[in-house]
């Protein structure tokens, strides 16, 4: 006997239970009426019955089933908060890792906090009570670390209860001061770029260590140290500074993250160096389109083309809509076994991902509450039935410290067993409510809200894709608002490309023995041209016009490879950007005739145009460059365009008087370059012309 569970909404007595009878079946139904019943389903997948006290039976029992298959979501719901729940229960009563070291037991020091924070980019200093071991449990390259044990500050000589930090200090003695300040600017502004990673909803959120510095004022001396906490587990190095890419611990999310922050700052930097716990990272590196900060980490473009170049776009930035990086088919061609490891990697996108986007009519003229929707829409809950933290990181919930333990998510690929998981979860929000107190005094909650939005407004408006045709199409979009009236110079992305062009030249992408790659080093160098780099223009037209070059010297194009409209162009192009050796070439092309594309002809009045512009030509070239090399000295220049006025043709009219005052001036500027049988020559040359006048 099958025993059916009732809700405690259906009621016994309305039940008629008896034996179910052929008559019941086919009372006040004809043949075509029953054929009918039988055929018809129900939403529930029961037969639709007539409506009589008899059938009651039945559409009690498909009630039943249809509410509980309403419940089960719910349910299923609820389950998983208490198991989270039972989590961190667990994880509150294990006991304190570091309880064997007994650094209760130690002096206690007072020290100065140095806080900084990123959104109103301003320090604050508080006093703490500490107690730090007396000898380093582990080193790096430049820093030694200490175990650290410091009060709450709503902790009374409770060092049992008070949370676990490890203290770093250079071991270099003559590391300035400033050096640390840098240190924990860099760490927390690339915090505060994980808070916008984590808006967008991606699979996993990250989050990097709250960092300070303590000052240590019972010291001689008062000594810096870098403040962090504790995490136990599994540490991993994701990516490098210079490029480098685990491959045995290969994940989506680090790799996706420095990919955002590149296109999300505009170009102008990018967060690397990602390693840590899981997706809690720590001392990572900010590269900067200048180069002149964060550090001698900071490697400029540099360092950003050694991460594009290692980088393969996975599912979670195209989740997020971020464009990949262009590269070379023979470098796509070498990269099938990362896409290999990029396919095994565990985590899978949701699709409830917040895209890049760009706010286009409407959204940028109320952009503050574009944004503000935007975050509403995305965070707990969003699309997903499993319990995940909101999408705030440690910094951004300035409130005091809690008890109070919220939902977590779980951590992406990581082969942390259970127990540990529980017990970093537990120390990562012990962490988290020890931090929250960091500014929650100083500003009201609207007040931090407007911080964000102000954030994320500047991030809006900066974010560029990472591919060339979105970077030529930013530029003429420029060109039409008038922004900028430069033709060359300005494009972060144009200079990576040209970098890793350099790159390759210097094999740093081969062995020793072998030769680098022709083919991908002129694929950056015509990118970077694309983009208006004028060191890349220029070589790409000499390229093209067969003359000798600076960048890839050993590469020639072939005859049937060159393009000489293509090449003039580019010329033009960088002479049109005040370069004084494409002004010098294309004035001799229209002078002459020698190199001049099929469709074009000698022009003396373009000749002594360029000319002219390279004589008056004392400045910087739009990109700050001054080319002093003076292969052809402008007394030799002004002493051709003089000849040409003199003679006359070619689509310049004859003036004699104004070919004698450039043949007087010529005389002059070789006077001073001490020139003097070339002198009397253009003296005597000036004579002649205004003798000419004379006669007319």
Not at 6 to 31: A, F, K, T, V
Not at 393 to 408: A, F, G, Q, R
Not at 433 to 445: H, K, L, P, Q, R
């Amino acid at each position: 006997m099958v025993l059916v569970e009732r809700s405690m909404s259906e009621c016994s007595d309305d039940i008629d239970i008896r034996p179910l009878e052929l008559g019941d079946l086919q009372r006040r139904l004809s043949e075509k009426e029953e054929t009918q019943a039988v055929s018809e389903k129900s939403e529930d997948g029961g037969l639709l019955l007539p409506n009589d006290a008899g059938n009651r039976f039945f559409s009690a029992v498909f009630g039943i089933v249809s509410s509980k298959k309403k419940e089960r979501p719910l349910r299923k719901e609820v389950l998983a908060k208490m198991r989270w729940k039972n989590a961190i229960m667990k994880a509150r009563n294990m006991g304190d890792p570091w309880e064997k070291f007994h650094l209760d037991t130690y002096k206690t020091e007072k020290a100065k906090r140095h806080r900084y924070n990123a959104k109103r980019q301003c320090w604050v200093v508080d006093e703490v009570v500490i107690k730090m071991e007396e000898d380093p449990f582990n080193h790096g390259a430049m820093r030694e670390c200490y175990r650290l044990k410091k009060l709450s500050n709503f902790q009374k000589d409770d060092w049992v209860r008070a949370h676990n930090y490890v203290a770093k200090r250079y071991m270099d003695e003559d590391t300035p001061r400033s050096t640390y300040f840098e240190d924990v600017r860099l760490q927390m502004d690339a915090k505060l770029w994980g808070e916008e990673f984590n808006r967008h909803n991606p699979p996993k959120k990250v989050d990097i260590f709250q960092m300070a510095i303590l000052e240590m004022i019972d010291r001689e001396g008062s000594p810096l140290y870098h403040l962090e906490h504790f995490i136990e587990g599994n540490y991993v190095k994701y990516n490098s500074n210079s490029g480098f890419v685990k491959s045995d611990a290969i994940r989506m999310t680090p790799q996706a993250f420095s990919h955002f922050t590149f296109e999300r700052s505009g170009h102008s930097m990018i967060v690397v160096d990602i390693q840590g716990v899981g997706d809690l990272y720590t001392d990572p590196q900010i590269h900067t389109s200048r180069g002149d900060d964060y550090g001698d980490g900071n490697l400029g473009t540099r360092g950003m083309a050694l991460f594009l170049h290692s980088h393969r776009c996975n599912s979670i930035c195209q989740s997020l809509g971020l464009t990949p990086f262009d590269l070379a088919p023979s470098e796509m061609e070498a990269s099938k076994k990362v896409d290999v490891l990029l396919a095994s990697a565990k985590t899978i996108v949701r699709g409830t991902e917040e895209m890049v986007v760009t706010p286009v009519g409407e959204e940028t003229r109320n952009i503050q509450e574009y944004l503000r929707t935007r975050s509403l829409s995305s965070g707990y809950m969003s699309g997903d039935d499993r319990p995940r933290i909101k999408l705030t990181s440690i910094s951004s919930v300035e409130s005091c410290e809690s008890d109070d333990i919220p939902m977590l998510s779980e951590s992406e690929d990581s082969a942390i067993s259970s127990a540990k998981r529980e017990r970093d979860t537990y120390e990562r929000e012990r962490q988290r409510y020890d931090s929250m107190s960091e500014f929650g005094s100083e500003s009201s909650t609207a007040s931090r809200e407007n911080e964000l939005c102000n954030f994320r407004e500047m991030v809006q408006r900066r974010s560029r894709p990472s591919h060339v045709l979105g970077e030529i199409e930013h530029r003429k979009m420029l060109e039409e608002l008038e922004e900028s009236k430069s033709k060359t110079g300005g494009s972060i992305l144009g200079q990576i490309h040209l970098d890793l062009a350099k790159y390759h030249e210097l094999n740093r992408f081969v062995e020793e023995s072998e030769t680098y790659d022709h083919e991908a080093a002129l694929y950056h160098l015509n990118q970077a041209a694309k983009c208006g780099i004028l060191e890349a223009i220029v070589t790409v037209a000499y390229l093209h016009m067969g003359l000798p070059h600076n960048i890839l010297p050993d590469i020639e194009l072939d005859d049937d490879e060159r393009d000489m409209d293509n090449g003039y162009n580019y010329l033009l192009q960088a002479a049109e950007a005040n370069d004084r050796g494409a002004m010098i070439h294309v004035a001799k092309m229209h002078d002459t005739g020698i190199g001049l594309p099929e469709f074009r002809t000698v022009d003396w009045k373009q000749a002594v145009f360029w000319y002219d512009k390279v004589v008056n030509t004392n400045t910087e070239d739009e990109e700050g460059n001054f080319d002093a090399t003076m292969d052809d000295p402008q007394y030799q220049l002004i002493a051709r365009e003089a000849t040409m006025y003199w003679q006359g043709g070619n689509g310049l009219d004859k003036d004699p008087y104004k070919a004698g005052e450039l043949f007087n001036y010529a005389a002059e500027l070789a006077t001073e370059a001490m020139k003097g049988k070339l002198a009397s020559k253009y003296y005597m040359q000036a004579e002649e012309a205004w003798a000419e006048c004379d006669e007319e």
